[in-house]
């Protein structure tokens, strides 16, 4: 297995040497690049993401990345718009996997939880996200400024096909979230799309839910959720609130999958860089080390990602009230592999 | 003061008649003309909104609507589409209003919610609810479907003017709430409008979040708001998680306002037309009778307004876990004046 490694900024860098500790103990000899990507290269020479780190980055078989920015020292949107979404693209990472469980010992907000387990696969190079749009007259009185949702069939089909594949595998049901009843050419898209690939799933129970009501039930009665399938701009707001109910994005992992097995999938945490916590052992591993859990999953390495998984709950079972020490955690769960 | 009543469909008509005799005992006088407008009427002829119904309803000081909408005889969409939207349209309902509180004895699902008191300002008019998008090849493998958010600088600064008027008469702060990083064109006309405006409202502090991490606040820290400001999409999404979080749509009132006082502006429970519960004399008549509230709040008379808040959350402290008699409510809230 040759992977690349995106330690990234603040962080990122913790947590992912955490999630090689886990990697390493489970899966010797695997061969690492890592890569100098984020916002420590951005400062030092501009740059974000090159043809030629595509092209390195490429050879891999798999991807881990840390997390990456500094609000500090980086304006909004240059690492997201300059990194982060044209890899999404240039690696056609089409299906955005992002699991929710409510782990044992994990803080809810919400009084009477149930039992969340949930997964969204959130479309990831369509939508909002495609930077079709424009601006007239700006700084005026006048100024008009567009965002276009961009859907086609193809991109559509094969998220659906996915969510559909992998609800057959869980609990049988899945939920399509959108806003059907506005956005009717984009809806009407996903609508007949679900109902089409439907027939093919004969086991799967399909549902249907406005973003609106789904943010609605996340809060009210997430158990009800199995698979979610949803759009770009839908899946970031949806998957956000569901870490948030599962008790915070630190434990929140997520793939970026190109289910064509085309080019490399990259694993990741959900959480950013966390600037204000960097640097002093404290950032939870956790959300990495379950990244890595999904990364040998989509390898075929199911055992070893079974592993991982019971490790992590048994270890957030037994945490207690005691402050997070970063290589603690890596550690006490490689020794419970 | 001419009002026009749109009772609309199912609870639509039963909450409505609790909220008109709350209106009746504060507003004697009151000149009513009654619309037939929803889901029966255009099971009967096929009309949703027609140019006569909209100059009509033109011709009055203020509008009062139930719910409509029959999800078991018209198909999702149409009357969204052929009344609601069009409405808010037609009457240049800019400023969608929409107030969360936690009252005592409401059922929040969060363990620790804190004092949740905030207004949504949400854009009514512009965004990606304007129609603006299309489709082609429909139903072969190679269909696309379009949507497009449309923004003006006109659109976003007369809301983002009415928000900020708004937090200089509240607590002072005021949230922008978008998807900066990702939507330039339409995230950089709103945070520049912002920029722009705050100086003249120096009292006020102003903070901005993404609309993915205003989910999470809204459910660990929802008492962090006072004003949201944002636009049509995020404020639908996000108005539907805070009144879950206040303990449900039971006591969601909303404004559709004309801020120039051109149209008149409509009062509405934010909940639906709920047609498994119609018809039993059980849907709570709070929203609506909170939405007289911002009614007499927005034609001046706040000490009315005042006076049914505070009856509404006196009636709310005291319910126990006694069902709901919906003109029963009505009958406490109008002897509690
Ligand atoms: C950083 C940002 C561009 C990104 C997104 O919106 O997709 C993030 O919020 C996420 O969910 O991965
Ligand atoms: C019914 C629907 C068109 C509407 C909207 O999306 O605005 C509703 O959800 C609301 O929030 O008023």
Known sequence: MKLAVIPGDGIGVEVTAEA?????????????TEYDLGARRYLRNGETLTDSDIASLKEHDVILLGAIGDPRSVPAGVLERGMLLPLRFALDHHVNLRPSKLYPGSATPLKNPGEIDFVVVREGTEGLYTGNGGAIRVGTPHEMGTETSVNT??????????????????????????????????GGLWQRTVDEVAPEFSDVE??????????????????????????????????DLAAAVTGGIGTAASGNIDASGTNPSMFEPVHGSAPDIAGQGKADPTAAILSVALLLRHVGKTAEADRVEAAVEADLGSRGEAPVVTSEVGDRIVAAL
């Open 20 to 32: 090689l500790k886990v990697l390493d103990a489970l899966v010797p000899g695997v061969e690492k």
């Open 153 to 186: 069939r193809y991109g559509v089909e094969r998220v659906v096909r996915d969510a559909f594949a992998r609800a057959a595998a869980r609990r049988g049901k899945l939920t399509l979230v959108h806003k059907t009843n506005v956005l009717v050419n984009a």
């Open 206 to 239: 399909v549902d249907y839910c406005h973003i609106d009501a789904a943010t609605i039930y996340m809060v009210t009665d997430p158990a009800r959720f199995d698979v979610i399938v949803t759009d770009n701009l839908f899946g970031d707001i949806i998957t």
